[in-house]
């Protein structure tokens, strides 16, 4: 019996090791799971995000910003500020500025491409062409030279621009104006409030439907036939403007609206999500309260987790085989912000934990107890009468 109870004994101390160690170790999730959490360029007026080549880049009111590294890289020495636009075409990645259009190099080195001086408002790679938006017009790059599209016999201020096969879409202050190329003909396609912004669906089965962010009113309006018709598409969307749209990788369903959010006693913030496709929106409590986003971008990516090894000072950073979606957030003086949706069994720990962290202290301290109860069984008297008993029969 003494045996037996000895590797009862050994079995609880096994057992008592791991769960102290497990009490011990302290393990952090990504800050910005489930919440939306301050990234980087705290106190900048970022306008646009773009990942290039697998680096992150923040066009700012300062400068244009490497975010791939730990800490955001110093700006582009050579780029005139503020940067309000970055794109690429798989070969060249352009910077659209308040002083004209500039080409990135491989090597870090800023070149003029075009416009130089003129105030660009919007920079876009759409329907396989190269389009800019400026205070007298909108723009097409030809051969490397940049050809002013409309109007073409006076100036007007373009807010923003997308393409469609056979010409262009452009946003203005009185709304939206298609352009067919091919018929050198121009006609209003939406009449009303400012537009801050064309963006075309970036979900493969709605690739030709494009968004509008509108300021006020129907804040965000699509159209599926390349712009000649519009309709609101922002149900339930409570912001004073709309800027971009972004869909879940994972789940095409689920978007997210950026813009002007304002603070209504709901704390209600600069982004809102659509589980249905974009046909209602809704919002929770967040950081972005009374914030303007400018921008958005998504990706996926594993899931990176912290841990910190008991009675040790290191900690070690251990990347999951689970991919998470991670959306960011252009902001309007609040630099990067960053959201993580949390897979569905993280969601689940996490409502559990509150009761997690009431238990283990007392699951440790009932596996001390009975490390205790069957030491006492081993050395006390029970145990020693057993072994003179035994000893007396032999």
């Keep these: 019996m003494a045996g037996r109870d000895r590797g009862h004994l050994r079995y609880l101390a096994l057992v008592g090791l791991v769960a102290l160690l497990w009490w011990q170790t302290d393990m952090t999730l990504p800050p910005d799971l489930g919440g939306w959490r301050p990234a980087a360029l705290p ?54 500025t308040y002083h004209g259009i500039y080409r990135l190099g491989v090597e870090g080195d800023v070149s003029l491409d075009g416009l130089a001086e003129q105030r660009v408002n919007d920079l ?29 016999d006076e100036d007007a201020r373009v807010l923003t621009i997308a393409g469609w096969e056979g010409g262009l879409l452009v946003g203005t202050r009185d709304g939206i104006t298609r352009v067919d190329l091919d018929r050198e003909v121009a006609e ?68 997210v609206v950026g813009g002007t959010g304002v603070d209504d ?54 990347v999951l085989p689970v991919d998470i979606t991670r959306f960011r957030a252009a902001t309007n003086g609040a630099g990067v912000y960053t959201f993580a949706d949390p897979p569905t069994a993280l969601s689940m720990l996490a409502t559990l934990q509150p009761a997690v962290r009431v238990v283990e202290p007392l699951v440790v301290g009932g596996i001390f107890l009975a490390l205790v109860w069957q030491l006492a069984r081993i050395s006390g008297p029970v145990a020693g009468s057993r072994s003179r008993d035994t000893g007396s029969r032999s």
């Design 188 to 255: 209003q396609a939406w009449e009303g409030e400012v537009v801050r912004s064309l963006i075309p669906d970036d979900r493969d089965e709605q690739a030709g439907r494009i968004w509008a962010g509108i300021v006020e009113g129907d804040v965000l309006l699509a159209s599926d036939d390349d712009g000649r018709s519009w309709e609101a598409a922002g149900d339930g969307i409570r912001l004073l403007s709309a800027q971009d749209v972004r869909s879940d990788p994972a789940d095409p369903d689920r978007l």
């Design 43 to 96: 106190g900048e007026l970022v306008y646009d995000l773009a990942e290039i080549e697998g680096d992150r880049y923040a066009a700012a009111h300062t400068g244009l910003y490497d975010l791939s590294g730990e800490e955001p890289a110093e700006p582009f020495g050579d780029l005139p500020t503020p940067v309000v636009r970055i794109a690429q075409d798989g070969k060249a990645v352009l910077a659209g």
């Design 265 to 318: 006693g709901e704390l209600l913030g600069g982004v809102m999500t659509s589980e249905d496709g974009g046909r209602t929106w809704e919002s929770e409590p967040n950081r972005l309260s009374n914030t303007h986003v400018y921008r958005l971008a998504v990706d996926r990516e594993p899931l990176t987790v912290t841990v910190g090894w008991p009675f040790t000072a290191r900690a070690t950073s251990v």
């Design 124 to 152: 876009a790679h759409s329907a396989s062409r190269w389009l800019a938006a400026t205070d007298d017009g909108a723009y097409e790059r030809v051969e490397g030279d940049w050809v002013r599209r409309w109007p073409l």
